[in-house]
T-cell receptor
Framework: QQQVKQSPQSLIVQKGGISIINCAYE??????FPWYQQFPGKGPALLIA?????SEKKEGRFTISFNKSAKQFSLHIMDSQPGDSATYFC???????????FGKGTRLSVIA | KAGVTQTPRYLIKTRGQQVTLSCSPI?????VSWYQQTPGQGLQFLFE???????NKGNFPGRFSGRQFSNSRSEMNVSTLELGDSALYLC????????????FGNGTRLTVT
């Protein structure tokens, strides 16, 4: 299966709080898991990515947690800011020249 | 370095017509992918071109087609438009190195009436 299931569909977080977005997959051949961030009127842009040989990757306030046995990965945004308000997409791909398969997206709103 | 450029930004077409969308990738990027974005389905892969050859194809009907030119610029065409084709069409370019990210344009918003 090629599907990546993302939840929640939308999320409202208070400024300074932690935003958590989850994704699950079935295809164990997936070996690359990026997250993309999209602001209104713009195309998505790579935020952070992970491979299954590590369980966590942190870049600034953004952290990916990866659970290979559960076939799940999640994005944590610490100290969420209004400027983080955007749509977030998880994605996955298999080795070789295969396309990225995206989740359906999570609309995050960070309110002051 | 200029980003991915998509033209036009907005299009309004009538059911049954055809449409051509254009994408200019980042200089040096030879892979160009197209995605359809709708509120209910997220980002769905249409096709990918590399060196003027279609390398991957998503699960879309034959009305959706594309091509890539020798300068890596790409076009996609949708024939016999249907109301359900209304969407944001995103083009992305990338290097062909492992883990090379997709660089998306800002999309073409197609409305079919």
């Amino acid at each position: 299966q090629q599907q990546v299931k993302q939840s929640p569909q939308s999320l409202i977080v208070q400024k300074g709080g932690i935003s958590i977005i989850n994704c699950a997959y079935e295809n164990t051949a997936f070996d690359y898991f990026p997250w993309y961030q999209q602001f209104p009127g713009k195309g998505p842009a790579l935020l952070i990515a992970i491979r299954p040989d590590v369980s966590e990757k942190k870049e600034g306030r953004f952290t990916i947690s990866f659970n290979k046995s559960a076939k799940q990965f999640s994005l944590h945004i610490m100290d969420s800011q209004p400027g983080d308000s955007a749509t977030y997409f998880c994605a996955a791909s298999m080795p070789g020249n295969t396309p990225l398969v995206f989740g359906k997206g999570t609309r995050l709103s960070v309110i002051a | 370095k200029a980003g991915v450029t998509q033209t036009p930004r907005y299009l309004i077409k009538t059911r049954g017509q055809q449409v051509t969308l254009s994408c200019s990738p980042i200089s040096g990027h030879r892979s160009v992918s197209w995605y359809q974005q709708t509120p209910g389905q997220g980002l769905q892969f249409l096709f990918e071109y590399f060196s003027e050859t279609q390398r991957n194809k998503g699960n879309f009907p034959g009305r959706f087609s594309g091509r890539q030119f020798s300068n890596s610029r790409s076009e996609m065409n949708v024939s016999t438009l249907e109301l359900g084709d209304s969407a944001l069409y995103l083009c992305a370019s990338s290097l062909i190195l492992r883990d090379s990210p997709l660089h998306f344009g800002n999309g073409t918003r197609l409305t079919v009436t």
